[in-house]
């Protein structure tokens, strides 16, 4: 059985419980949490909640610890900390800041001998491995990484933000035509505006200026300016009804080229449609788990990513039973 | 520069070729050919043609010897063979003996000392890896492998070999109600006949019988008794002139669930769509060469399957632009 440790019980800490259950080899012994151990309740019968302050008293029970926080302020620091004294895998999905993210593990992680497998979820995670494969076997041709339609959690917040807004749910959708387009093989050129659109079910508080919070979220910099951006005001009762899950999912695409004279036309398309986000990040984060612990036992440490890892390492199958039935 | 040997000059061959001048880490020094050099003409400038019954003399002038024969006869015999000589990739697609082959290769290529990657292409191949990635992530749930629209050689060959048929090509067709209901997350039991259609263009013999031609395509066992097939009859120019290329492409889709209660659904898809059938398959045995030369240049030999590949390893890029771009 591989050990695993939760660091964080959010959204992220409570899906790694769910995937445990579907992989008869793990099992997860502790939940590390920053808030009160006593006030957090658990799923999982005989795992226990211990403090986040005391994770290096339970180094020798764990075998991969699983970091659960958020990208923007958490994982930079939980993760190079953590690899000190576990193996551990993260989902970091700051796109930009992944190359200093892996510069902090790998630091850490040689010098402790741990394994560090960073930006394992959907994007970066599955996408990027569609990314890779997609360029490797088309060298010529162009990449076209499309998201939803899904709940966006920072376009969301973003709008909560608004001076007058009580709760907000924000859907980001791929516009149809550019997909299509991108499908047909004729590498379009596509703007920001061109590739999706966004819409925004917004509940106000009573009395509040609608016209003014759908100005300010329309004309929002990075967030909403560049987008096409419908804003629909909805009660509180139907937010909750009709918006309580996290449903995502998205589209990698690659277009290209092959033969003597590049005649020949090639698609590769990876898609997602996913009922919840958070879980099947953390499905994710499991199959990686089981890598980080095996390549740790083959004497294997530093940081990698999803695209470092033999694909095979990450089943619980027999490689002969793969071979005979999956490849 | 990785320098490639080519054993067998037909359509993938002439692939192999094309696919060289689209990786520029990559040069074709030779061809190896079962019939008279003299009379092979190749189209790269600086390769030679050598005979098949001269491997041995030039195997410190390749690095990956790439194996372009049929997986009927010829790579169960020669791929065990090479690997004696030669870091190599092969195609071959009969699923069903892999284990087999693996094992052949697998004995002679770690008395070599070489590294043999089998069965690199799109199925099996990156569909081998679609279908794992699927299977790990989404250990609850159900595997569809759909081919087409495509040239089905097989099929279209086992038409040829009909009295009174001239020439023939068969194309496989996925049916547009069963990839669907797939894509739905419903899981449903699909038949042999619920998945794909078969259409078959003949061009017969003037004065042969067509409807016992008609007969005997649709009612031959394995390859048209269990589908729905349709047969047209057309005249060569319309062959030549209508299904000269061999398109083709396919799907596979994950589906399956996550939650303490399996509430959650998910499907994964990964999809191709393909002018070129061979020329895409060689883009990807050029890639699992890379990886063949420096997997081997790291000490590892044995038989390799496209599970057992660091992804990383495919790329002619450099590691820390990957990180910074693609992941």
Redesign the interface.
């Known amino acids: 059985m591989i050990r695993l440790g939760i660091l964080g019980y959010g959204n992220l800490g409570r ?1 790694i ?3 445990v ?3 008869a080899d793990m099992e997860l012994k502790a939940v590390f949490t920053r808030r009160d151990p006593a006030a957090v309740q658990i ?1 999982t019968e005989g795992a226990r909640v211990y403090s986040a302050n005391d994770l290096a008293a339970h180094k020798d029970e764990i075998d991969v610890l699983i970091l659960c926080g958020g990208s923007a302020t958490d994982l930079p620091e939980q993760t190079p900390a953590a690899v000190k004294l576990f193996n551990v895998v993260d989902s970091f999905d700051t ?1 930009a800041r ?2 200093e993210h ?1 510069e902090n593990v790998d630091k850490a992680a040689k010098e402790s001998g741990h394994i560090g497998i960073i ?1 394992c979820g959907w994007d ?1 995670g ?1 996408f ?6 997609g ?6 041709g162009k990449d076209y990484t499309f998201w939803g339609k899904g709940v966006s959690q920072g376009h969301s917040d973003a709008i909560r933000r608004i001076k007058g807004v009580v709760d907000a749910r924000q859907y980001t959708i791929p516009v149809p035509a550019a997909l299509e387009a991108v ?1 047909s ?1 004729s590498c379009p050129d596509l703007t920001t505006r061109q590739k999706h659109t966004r819409e925004c079910f917004v509940v106000a508080e009573e009395g509040a200026d609608l016209a003014r919070i759908e100005n300010e979220i329309k004309t929002m910099p990075n967030y909403f300016s560049d987008y096409d951006t419908t804003v629909h005001f909805i009660s509180m009762e139907e937010l909750k009804r009709d918006h309580a899950g996290l449903p995502h999912g998205g589209f990698v695409i690659r277009s290209g080229v ?3 004279n590049n005649e ?13 986000n958070p ?2 990040t ?3 984060l499991v ?1 990686f788990a ?1 890598a980080a612990y095996r390549l740790n036992k083959e004497g294997v440490c530093g940081c990698k ?8 390492m ?4 027999d490689p ?1 039973e ?3 039935h ?2």
């Open positions: 899906g419980e769910c995937a259950k579907h992989n799923r796109h992944i190359p892996f930006s970066p599955m990027s491995l569609a990314r890779l494969y360029n490797v076997i088309l060298p010529e499908r093989g092959s033969g003597w020949n036309k090639h698609t590769i398309e990876y898609s997602l449609k996913l009922d919840s879980e099947f953390t499905q994710v199959a089981r990513t999803v695209l470092d890892i033999p694909p095979i990450l089943s619980a199958m002969a793969i071979r005979a999956l490849v």
